[in-house]
């Protein structure tokens, strides 16, 4: 381990990262075991992942960095953050419009982190040499357990990394390297007795403080799967279309949170409060070109469009009720079937509609929603949402 000093490497490293546009930059070994492996392997053996079978599929890998890569010694954690500039629970409670999480309403963060990471790469060796690899979210590597040892946070109870400076909002990127660099001290968990993120969850995610059950997160319902959401979280989406920011929002630590100081990621205006009205409109052309360079353009048209469809349906609003009907025949089979749940929410009378449409249907799914959307066209499931499941 070496020491620290005013020309030591790890403060010409910081600072370069500082200049390259990074918001906080530390360091870690990462040579002892740590307990985020038998935490990784709980989480998969309860099957809290869902259908994220990449994650079980690299369970070996992920565990600990240097079973990834034998080679490293070193990790370089870094974060950038994206406060937003207003409050991101304001739009719920405004149900014709669709709530985008703050963190996709600008362009693609993996595509920025990225950037600075392999310019940071490129220094590094000039300057001091080593082999190194960068990641940003989609390696096999436990990003917060490992930037809680570099003291860039901690792990809080809903999960994510709370940082002192920017509360919940801070994006990670990692750095490996065969370079030895002195450690940084890690940060406590710095909870106390507070429990806000786990009382506001929508869909009461968390089966226990620092635990999360992936399978009824709203961001992995919205993002990560690809079929209907089970009807049990429907409700409680309300007008959550990519994403979910409650837990993170209610942090306390958020007060000392600033506004981004990343154009890229600042938020679209197109994409603050979009209504739901136009949003289920978009074809593939047009919702390529809305999401352009944002990450919500990875879950793709229908999948989207999914999502604005239970929104619709959690609206009240009645005028929207003509816009899910014409999707009614959609040529995506999951578009189709949200189009029927969000008519039958809205009390529509399905009997017209379901003796023009239900003899052309052969899609299992789909037949399901028809058959399960009562013939009054009650949806068995309550307006308040309070048959949110267990
Ligand atoms: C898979 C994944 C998801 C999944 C699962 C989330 C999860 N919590 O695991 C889903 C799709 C749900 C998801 C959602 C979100 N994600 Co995500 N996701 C990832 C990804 C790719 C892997 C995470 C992982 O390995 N999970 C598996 C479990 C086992 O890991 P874990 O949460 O760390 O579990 C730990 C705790 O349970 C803990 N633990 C258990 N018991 C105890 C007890 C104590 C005392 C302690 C301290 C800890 C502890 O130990 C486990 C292992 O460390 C990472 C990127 C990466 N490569 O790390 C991004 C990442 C975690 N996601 C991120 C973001 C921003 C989000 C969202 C906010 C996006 C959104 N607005 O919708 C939400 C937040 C939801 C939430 N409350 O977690 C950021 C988080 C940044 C941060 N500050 O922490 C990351 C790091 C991406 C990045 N590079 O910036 N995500
Ligand atoms: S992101 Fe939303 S649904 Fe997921 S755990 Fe946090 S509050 Fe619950
Ligand atoms: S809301 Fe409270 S319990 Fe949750 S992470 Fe923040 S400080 Fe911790």
């Known amino acids: 381990?070496?020491?620290?000093?005013?020309?030591?490497?790890?403060?010409?490293?910081?600072?370069?990262?500082?200049?390259?546009?990074?918001?906080?930059?530390?360091?870690?070994?990462?040579?002892?075991?740590?307990?985020?492996?038998?935490?990784?392997?709980?989480?998969?053996?309860?099957?809290?992942?869902?259908?994220?079978?990449?994650?079980?599929?690299?369970?070996?890998?992920?565990?600990?960095?240097?079973?990834?890569?034998?080679?490293?010694?070193?990790?370089?954690?870094?974060?950038?953050?994206?406060?937003?500039?207003?409050?991101?629970?304001?739009?719920?409670?405004?149900?014709?419009?669709?709530?985008?999480?703050?963190?996709?309403?600008?362009?693609?963060?993996?595509?920025?982190?990225?950037?600075?990471?392999?310019?940071?790469?490129?220094?590094?060796?000039?300057?001091?040499?080593?082999?190194?690899?960068?990641?940003?979210?989609?390696?096999?590597?436990l990003e917060k357990p490992l930037a809680e040892r570099a003291g860039l946070g901690w792990q809080g109870k809903h999960t994510n990394l709370v940082s002192r400076e920017f509360g919940s909002w801070l994006f990670l990127g990692s750095i490996l390297t065969t370079l030895d660099l002195a450690q940084d001290a890690s940060e406590p968990t710095t909870c106390g007795t507070c429990h806000a993120c786990?009382?506001?969850?929508?869909?009461?995610?968390?089966?226990?403080?620092?635990?999360?059950?992936?399978?009824?997160?709203?961001?992995?319902?919205?993002?990560?799967?690809?079929?209907?959401?089970?009807?049990?979280?429907?409700?409680?989406?309300?007008?959550?279309?990519?994403?979910?920011?409650?837990?993170?929002?209610?942090?306390?630590?958020?007060?000392?949170?600033s506004t981004a100081r990343e154009q890229k990621l600042a938020a679209r205006e197109a994409l603050k409060a979009p209504t739901l009205a136009e949003l289920v409109r978009l074809d593939d052309a047009a919702f390529r070109a809305l999401f352009a360079k944002s990450p919500v353009k990875r879950i793709g048209r229908d999948r989207f469009i999914r999502n604005v469809l239970y929104a619709i349906g959690n609206s009240g609003d009645p005028a929207s009720a003509a816009l899910a009907e014409m999707l009614l025949d959609d040529p995506a089979a999951v578009v189709r079937g949200a189009a029927v749940w969000a008519l039958g929410r809205l009390g529509v009378d399905l009997d017209r509609l379901r003796a023009a449409l239900l003899p052309t249907e052969t899609d299992a799914s789909v037949l399901g929603e028809w058959s399960y959307a009562d013939p009054q066209g009650v949806v068995a499931v309550s307006p308040s949402g309070e048959d949110r499941g267990p």
């Open 198 to 257: 786990l009382d506001i969850c929508p869909t009461k995610a968390f089966p226990g403080p620092y635990l999360l059950d992936a399978r009824r997160c709203i961001s992995y319902l919205t993002i990560e799967l690809k079929g209907p959401i089970p009807v049990e979280f429907r409700a409680a989406l309300g007008n959550r279309i990519y994403g979910c920011d409650d837990c993170l929002a209610v942090c306390p630590w958020n007060k000392f949170a």
């Open 1 to 141: 381990m070496t020491t620290s000093t005013s020309e030591a490497p790890e403060d010409l490293i910081r600072a370069e990262a500082l200049r390259l546009g990074f918001d906080l930059c530390r360091f870690t070994d990462i040579d002892e075991t740590w307990p985020a492996a038998g935490r990784l392997l709980e989480f998969v053996e309860a099957g809290r992942h869902g259908e994220m079978d990449w994650i079980a599929d690299t369970v070996e890998r992920r565990k600990h960095p240097r079973a990834m890569w034998s080679g490293a010694r070193s990790a370089i954690v870094l974060g950038v953050n994206y406060g937003p500039d207003h409050d991101p629970l304001e739009i719920l409670s405004q149900r014709t419009l669709g709530a985008i999480s703050v963190y996709a309403q600008g362009d693609d963060y993996h595509e920025v982190i990225k950037a600075r990471l392999k310019a940071l790469a490129r220094w590094l060796v000039t300057r001091f040499g080593g082999e190194l690899k960068v990641f940003v979210d989609t390696a096999p590597l």
